[in-house]
């Protein structure tokens, strides 16, 4: 690529998380930044999208950098549909998301918002990467990331990605790496541990909290990888057909 | 199984709607059910959990069906998380959501609550199928359907569905079907097309809207196969990993 990439950045912290703020400065240095983000907190959103209600969309200056940016009432996939459809004059060369306050590693990256925008945009063909801190404090150290996120990012610039492919790259909290792991996602769950409570009026109600369950002794995936100080980075598809069971299914008497 | 199934129903149209009254029906002829489903629509809403807010969940009667029902303020994520930790005395048997006033096939199905909540029960062990008819009207006609979704459920129960595996099932509009085609999920998008409005103060907000496009010939799909007036079956993973190109990620120059 001889000019300059053309980049779009979101997240689901919302547009003025540190996190975020990190990838915008590293993203800077290597092309021609656009961002649009939500708001404000999206975490948990999954892939969710906006058709019941309106959204709302308008340019945002949060610092001196470079970049363009708009911020919306919308999830991160929101995000992405409105940045390629209406604000960006053409289909960017990369989308990154994050970097997120808290891990999507395993089963995390069906809940998460970072990587629901990081899928959207792999959905309309633009390369794409989720990048996470298995840190959730707001004053997170995103510092010793931002060497290897502007290598990882290089690299998806330089080599491509195939079609049906975003990347999601989770950080450990540490101040220096083993390396980058290629991992598959760890089999995992969380066991839900519903909080009940009673309101001023004497009504119950519920706060969701859980333990997240490793399920997976296998040393290749990135529970492994991360809980051994190494950078996880898990190829993720889009397509979920579970092609290895088409064909037990076909014996099933269905008609 | 000797004894009566229990069934956890759930949905993402609210459990008033047309489509999760019919399927309560024809579970009831199979086991003991359960239902936990949102108290309104939850269309688009992906796996989204709450986790920001709190949780309403109380007993409801809805019909004079033997069921037990629950409305929750949650998500289709959220309502089999509660089901499952608070609500049930034992882990159920099976799970099924919709019937979904409109598709869930293809690449709607990342964006589908109907879905979601299967994939939840399937992260939690239990097997799950999601259904959903190409009918987004409320007063679609499900009757149809009941025949299909009856021993489509009954091979579910009898066969199992391997661990990491739930089914999601679309009936395409019509009187009869041509019977049910075990598929692959289509390669498709939705192309945005925003619409643009002026508030009554003059404020710019938007309508997501869009034009579902396929981009996949294969007659294996789910989308040929919705076409050809058949009942489509997609084995759904929730291991994202794109097992093909780790070998490939392996080569780059990351450290």
Same mark, same amino acid.
């Given at each position: 690529m001889s000019k300059r990439p053309l980049i779009l950045v979101s997240n689901d912290d919302g547009i003025t998380a540190p996190g975020i703020r990190t990838l915008i400065s590293v993203m800077n240095e290597i092309g021609d930044v656009v961002v649009v983000?939500?708001?404000?907190?999206?975490?948990?959103?999954?892939?969710?999208?906006?058709?019941?209600? $309106?959204?709302?969309?308008?340019?945002?200056?949060?610092?001196?950098?470079?970049?363009?940016?708009?911020?919306?009432?919308?999830?991160?996939?929101?995000?992405?549909?409105?940045?390629?459809?209406? $604000?960006?004059?053409?289909?960017?060369?990369?989308?990154?998301?994050?970097?997120?306050?808290?891990?999507?590693s395993s089963i995390n990256v069906i809940y998460s918002g970072t990587m629901s925008a990081a899928v959207e945009a792999g959905v309309e063909g633009i390369?794409? $990467?989720?990048?996470?801190?298995?840190?959730?404090?707001?004053?997170?150290?995103?510092?010793?990331?931002?060497?290897?996120?502007?290598?990882?990012?290089?690299?998806? $610039?330089?080599?491509?990605?195939?079609?049906?492919?975003?990347l999601n790259v989770n950080f450990p909290k540490a101040e220096t790496f083993k390396g980058v792991k290629v991992c598959r996602q760890a089999r995992a769950n969380?066991?839900?541990?519903?909080?009940?409570?009673?309101?001023?009026?004497?009504?119950?109600?519920?706060w969701l909290t859980g333990k997240f369950t490793n399920m997976d002794n296998g040393e290749d995936t990135d529970e492994w990888a991360l809980a051994n100080n190494y950078i996880s980075m898990v190829p993720v598809q889009f397509d979920l057909t579970a092609h290895h069971f088409i064909q037990k299914l076909n014996s099933w008497n269905l008609d």
């Open positions: 983000a939500p708001d404000g907190p999206q975490s948990g959103m999954g892939h969710a999208v906006t058709i019941d209600n $309106i959204l709302h969309c308008s340019k945002i200056k949060v610092d001196d950098g470079p970049q363009v940016e708009y911020k919306t009432s919308g999830t991160p996939a929101d995000c992405i549909k409105i940045a390629v459809s209406e $604000i960006m004059k053409r289909k960017p060369d990369l989308c990154v998301s994050g970097i997120n306050h808290g891990s999507n390369p794409a $990467i989720g990048f996470s801190l298995l840190d959730y404090s707001w004053d997170a150290n995103f510092e010793p990331l931002k060497a290897h996120i502007k290598k990882i990012t290089l690299n998806v $610039i330089e080599n491509g990605l195939p079609e049906g492919v975003v969380w066991v839900e541990e519903f909080d009940k409570r009673k309101n001023p009026q004497g009504k119950t109600y519920y």
